[in-house]
C-alpha cells in the first residue's frame, strides 16, 4: 500500500448515532461518552447538532457540550469535538457556543433532500454557503456530508457523476473534507470503486471521508475497499449506534470497534486504544440500556472481565 | 478482475449451522431448508454429518437426509449434497446411507485438534488417509476443512506456514478442494492475505475455498479479500446460522444473504436467486422460531411483503 498507514477515524455516534435512536440520552450520559471516546484516543468526534430542540429532542444540549469542552468541564484530551449545523440558524448559535469546526449536510439524492430538511439540493448548497461565509468569517473549520451517495430510498440508484457535482459544489465553497455517506446501506465494493476513485482522483485523500451503514452488512467491506484506493479518513459510530430514520429495516452505522479491529489487525495505526475505547462504549450501553449492534464489542463483552 | 466472474457459494448452515445451534431441529424442517435452498439454485449444500448422534443430536437423522435425496423424496434440484464425516466409521455409514460427496477435518492447530476431537493433527491425517482410501474406492469426492487457520482460542496466533503445511498434507491424500476456516473470527485482510495467497499459488483456485466467522464482524471484509486474490469458493451459512461451540461469542458464520448481495452488487454470477434464498431462511427461522445474524435478511425481513 503506497497510502499513509495512519488512517483517521471520524466518530460520528455521540450525534450521528445517538441523533437517531428513538429515546434521548442525559446529558450526563453523553458526556461519559465523549470524555471515554476522547481518553481513548480518537481525534475526530462528532459531539453535537445545532438543530431545533423541539424537533430533535436527541440533540438537545449541544450548546451545553461545546461549551463544557470549551471551558475544559469535558475533558476532551487531544480530540477534535465537530458538531452539525443545518443551516445559518444553527451555525449562529454554534459560533455563540464557540466551536471551532462544524459540519453540514446535503444529499446526492433531490427526494431525499426534499423529504429530510425540505429543501432543493441547490436550496441546499445556497444555505451551505451561506454558512461556509460565516465559518471563514470565525476561523471555523467545515466538514460536508453527501447522503444517500450510493442509493436513495425514495429514487433508487444515485449515479457517481450526480454525487460528483454536489462533491464538486461542496468543494467549490471551500469545504475542506467531504464524507460520501451511504445512507441507507445499499452500497458494495464495485460502486465504492465507481464513485470514491474518481472522487479521490479529483480532490485527494486529504479532501475525501466514506461513511457506510451496515443495513445490508457490507460496511466494513466497503472501507475495506475504500481504503485499498486511498481514503484514510473514516466515519464510524460507537457500538454501532443510530441509524437512519427514514431507512426502513436500517442497523445503523459502521460499529467503530469493528472498524478498529480490522485497522489493528490490517497494520493500520489509528492512535486509538480499542481496548479502552470498548469499556467505555460497553458501560455507556449498560448505562443507557440499550445493545449495541457492534460484533467485535459482542466478543469483547462475552470475555471481558470488567 | 483476470479472475472468473462466477463464485461458488457453499452454503454450510444444514450442517454446520444447524450443529452449532443449541437445540437440535426436526427433520422436516431440516428437509425444508435444504429444499428451499436447492430451489433458489444454491450448487452446493452440506447436509449433515455422519457423527455419533447420542453425542451430536442436531445432526441425527442425516443418514435418513441423505437417502431422501438419493431417492428423490427430498428435492435437491442441481444442488450437489455434502455431508461430514469426522473418522472412518462416519465414512462406513455415509457409504451406506449413498453419498457422494464428503467433507473431512481437522486443525492447524495442536491444542484446538486435541480439544475438539481428542487426536493429534498427525492423527487426524492418518485417519483422513484412511477416509480418503474409501472415498477413492467408492467414486465419492472429498472436500477437507482446516479449521483455526487464523487463529486458535488456545494457542493465540498460528503461523501462515503452519497452516501450509496442514493444506499440502490434505492435497497429498488427493483431496480435491480444502476450505481454509476462521473458526474463532479473528482473522482480518492481511491475514487473509498472508495464508490464501501462497495457498492459491500452491494450489490453484480450483482446489481453495474461504469459511470465514463473523465473531468480530470482519468475514465479508476478509471474503472481499479472498475474491481479490482469486478465491472462488466461500462458504457460508443461510442467515449466520450456527457458530463454534468452543469460541466465547462467537456470533457464527458468515451469513450467505450478507455474500450474496456483495457478489450480485459486484457483478459476480453465483446462480443463486437472492430474493428465494431470503423467503426460505426467513420462513425457516420462523418455523425453528430463532432470529437469525444477516443483516440483509433482517433489511429484507422488514421491506418484504410475503
Excluded at 205 to 232: E, K, M, S, W, Y
Amino acid at each position: 500500500m503506497s497510502a499513509s498507514d495512519h488512517v483517521r477515524v471520524f466518530e460520528v455516534g455521540p450525534r450521528d448515532g445517538l441523533q437517531n435512536e428513538k429515546l434521548p440520552v442525559s446529558l450526563e450520559d453523553r458526556f461519559f461518552l465523549i470524555a471515554g471516546l476522547a481518553r481513548a484516543g480518537v481525534s475526530d468526534i462528532e459531539v453535537g447538532s445545532f438543530v431545533r430542540e423541539d424537533r430533535v429532542p436527541q440533540m438537545a444540549g449541544s450548546a451545553e457540550i461545546n461549551q463544557a469542552i470549551v471551558e475544559g468541564r469535558l475533558p476532551s484530551g487531544t480530540a477534535r469535538a465537530w458538531s452539525l449545523v443545518p443551516n445559518v440558524r444553527g451555525m449562529e448559535n454554534a459560533v455563540k457556543a464557540g466551536v471551532k469546526r462544524v459540519a453540514v449536510f446535503t444529499a446526492a439524492s433531490e427526494a431525499f433532500n426534499q423529504k429530510n430538511i425540505g429543501m432543493t439540493i441547490a436550496q441546499s448548497l445556497a444555505e451551505i454557503s451561506k454558512v461556509a461565509d460565516l465559518a471563514r468569517a470565525h476561523g471555523i473549520q467545515v466538514r460536508g456530508y453527501v447522503s444517500t451517495a450510493f442509493g436513495c430510498p425514495f429514487e433508487g440508484q444515485v449515479s457517481a457523476s450526480q454525487v460528483m457535482g454536489v462533491i464538486s459544489s461542496l468543494a467549490a465553497l471551500g469545504i475542506g473534507e467531504i464524507s460520501i455517506g451511504d445512507t441507507i446501506g445499499v452500497a458494495t465494493p464495485r460502486a465504492v470503486e465507481e464513485l470514491v476513485r474518481p472522487a479521490l482522483q479529483a480532490h485527494g485523500a486529504g479532501a475525501i471521508a466514506v461513511h457506510f451503514h451496515d443495513t445490508r452488512g457490507t460496511a466494513l467491506a466497503n472501507t475495506l475497499r475504500a481504503l485499498d484506493l486511498g481514503v484514510r479518513t473514516v466515519d464510524s459510530s460507537a457500538g454501532g449506534l443510530g441509524g437512519c430514520p427514514f431507512a426502513p429495516g436500517a442497523t445503523g452505522n459502521l460499529a467503530t470497534e469493528d472498524l478498529l479491529y480490522m485497522l489493528q489487525g490490517m497494520g493500520l495505526s489509528t492512535g486509538v486504544d480499542l481496548d479502552a475505547f470498548c469499556r467505555t462504549t460497553l458501560e455507556f450501553s449498560r448505562r443507557i440500556n440499550r445493545p449495541v449492534s457492534s460484533r467485535y464489542l459482542a466478543a469483547f463483552a462475552s470475555t471481558c472481565k470488567s
